[in-house]
């Protein structure tokens, strides 16, 4: 009998975490009138209609557009502090290279789910509109705040996203994004940590990542869901 080696949850997750970012290319990008801590949710809204104008200048050649996804995505996301948190022992257990190599794999990911989103190359955020609705510090913490937003949908419910957004040297960057109440860093603490220990380590880890992303496992599926967990033999 064979035995998963890395869930199909964690291969799916991390994009989970980074399809809620595609919210704010897809459609109208707004403010509520009334909020007592602006510039958080403005941090919001420029990223997304910054990162739709840039990758979509006719003048930017494919290699460029990558290159420019990439810095606009660890301008606005603190990979670092996601990955530390995300695997937290095996984060320390971890020697640089390996750490170095997680975070690359991690951003990999991003690139090739995330990427067309933002290109107009998908469809999935069309004629949705995204509202900042509220913010507010987290507890005494005069760094970090919570942007309440709202993804309203033309054929379903609206979406209510929580942003947890730190402020440093005079720039913002998300920390977590909870959906409906669930905070993907958690989800993916418990998955990336639960894969970590299955596998041995942060280095077995890091080549499945590189293998799911080599089957494209994290690419755009316009048809369901073609993933599937590696196998132990």
Same mark, same amino acid.
């Given at each position: 009998?064979?035995?998963?080696?890395?869930?199909?949850?964690?291969?799916?997750?991390?994009?989970?975490?980074?399809?809620?970012?595609?919210?704010?290319?897809?459609?109208?990008?707004?403010?509520?009138?009334?909020?007592?801590?602006?510039?958080?949710?403005?941090?919001?809204?420029?990223?997304?209609?910054?990162?739709?104008?840039?990758?979509?200048?006719?003048?930017?050649?494919?290699?460029?557009?990558?290159?420019?996804?990439?810095?606009?995505?660890?301008?606005?996301?603190?990979?670092?502090?996601?990955?530390?948190?995300?695997?937290?022992?095996?984060?320390?257990?971890?020697?640089?290279?390996?750490?170095?190599?997680?975070?690359?794999?991690?951003?990999?990911?991003?690139?090739?789910?995330?990427?067309?989103?933002?290109?107009?190359?998908?469809?999935?955020?069309?004629?949705? $509109?995204?509202?900042?609705?509220?913010?507010?510090?987290?507890?005494?913490?005069?760094?970090?705040?919570?942007?309440?937003?709202?993804?309203?949908?033309?054929?379903?419910?609206?979406?209510?996203?929580?942003?947890?957004?730190?402020?440093?040297?005079?720039?913002?960057?998300?920390?977590?994004? $909870?959906?409906?109440?669930? $905070?993907?860093?958690?989800?993916?603490?418990?998955?990336?940590?639960?894969?970590?220990?299955?596998?041995?380590?942060?280095?077995?880890?890091?080549?499945?990542?590189?293998?799911?992303? $080599?089957?494209?496992?994290?690419?755009?599926?316009?048809?369901?869901?073609?993933?599937?967990?590696?196998?132990?033999?």
């Amino acid at each position: 009998m064979t035995r998963a080696l890395f869930p199909r949850r964690l291969c799916l997750c991390p994009v989970r975490m980074l399809l809620v970012l595609g919210m704010l290319a897809g459609g109208g990008v707004h403010r509520a009138e009334a909020q007592a801590t602006p510039d958080a949710g403005a941090f919001l809204i420029a990223f997304g209609q910054n990162a739709v104008k840039e990758l979509n200048d006719p003048a930017l050649s494919a290699d460029n557009q990558e290159k420019r996804f990439r810095e606009l995505f660890n301008e606005a996301v603190d990979i670092p502090a996601i990955g530390r948190f995300i695997l937290g022992p095996y984060w320390r257990q971890a020697q640089e290279p390996e750490r170095a190599d997680f975070l690359d794999a991690f951003e990999d990911i991003a690139l090739q789910r995330f990427l067309p989103m933002f290109t107009r190359k998908s469809d999935e955020f069309t004629g949705k $509109s995204f509202d900042v609705v509220d913010q507010r510090p987290v507890g005494k913490r005069p760094d970090q705040f919570f942007v309440y937003t709202r993804v309203e949908r033309p054929e379903g419910p609206p979406v209510d996203l929580i942003w947890r957004v730190r402020k440093q040297d005079w720039k913002y960057k998300i920390l977590d994004i $909870s959906v409906q109440g669930l $905070s993907m860093a958690l989800t993916l603490r418990d998955e990336y940590r639960a894969a970590a220990k299955r596998l041995g380590g942060v280095g077995p880890l890091v080549r499945v990542m590189r293998k799911k992303l $080599s089957e494209g496992a994290y690419a755009h599926k316009t048809q369901g869901v073609a993933r599937t967990a590696p196998q132990a033999e």
